[in-house]
């Protein structure tokens, strides 16, 4: 009899993740299809108007890509001392 509660429990916590698991991709599809439309739209949109001058000039920074400024060495740095 206990076996049959547990495989009860076990059955029904599985239809549940698989109910939840659907409900979110089904959502997230939803979203998708919502933001690809949006996309479209906007290339359209994009297409049927000139561009810019200043859409087709980009900015580059005053450092090369990917790399960081040189860190400042510390110039003293106390060593630890032990307790008396």
Known sequence: ???VAIT???VATVFVALLSATDSLIH??????ALAGELRAL????STTAPTAGA???RTTS?????RPAI???ASR???RAAA
Do not use: D, E, K
Not at 28 to 33: E, F, K, L, N
Not at 43 to 46: D, E, F, L
């Open 8 to 10: 009860c429990l076990l």
């Open 56 to 58: 087709s000039v980009s």
């Open 63 to 67: 450092r090369a890509a990917g790399r």
């Open 28 to 33: 997230g599809w939803r979203t998708y299809g």
């Open 78 to 80: 106390t060593p630890l």
């Open 1 to 3: 009899m206990i076996a």
């Open 43 to 46: 290339r359209a949109s994009q």
């Open 72 to 74: 400042r060495a510390h």
